[in-house]
Nanobody, 115 residues
Framework: QVQLEESGGGLVQAGGSLRLSCAAS????????MGWYREAPGKPRELVAT???????NYANSVKGRFTISREDAKNTVYLQMNSLKPEDTAVYYC?????????WGQGTQVTVSS
């Protein structure tokens, strides 16, 4: 069983930056894919970015060029660097680990971007 814990959320002004971290209790090397999702009030959870065990990345169109996902296997940690934040980025951000049919989720961290 792998547990994921997010950190780094907070309140930031539009145009600012935040870096989210996702620390895993077990080895993320066992995960085929790690990712970040977000859920805004009244909206379904949506994919933000993913990174595979081989380092391939994928981003939602809305964050391309502004967000960067990375992983540090030695620390069992995945990061999401968020730059040029916009009010529409306001949401609870969740870390996800995928291993075949298994999906692991963190508790989420709130990101609020003020205009």
């Amino acid at each position: 069983q792998v547990q994921l814990e997010e950190s780094g959320g907070g309140l930031v002004q539009a145009g600012g930056s935040l870096r989210l971290s996702c620390a895993a209790s077990g080895s993320i090397f066992s995960m085929q894919r790690m990712g970040w999702y977000r859920e805004a009030p009244g909206k379904p959870r949506e994919l933000v970015a993913t990174i595979t065990i081989g380092g391939s990345t994928n981003y939602a169109n809305s964050v391309k060029g502004r967000f960067t996902i990375s992983r540090e296997d030695a620390k069992n940690t995945v990061y999401l660097q968020m730059n040029s934040l916009k009010p529409e980025d306001t949401a609870v951000y969740y870390c996800n680990g995928n291993r075949g049919l298994l999906n692991y989720w963190g508790q989420g961290t709130q990101v609020t971007v003020s205009s």
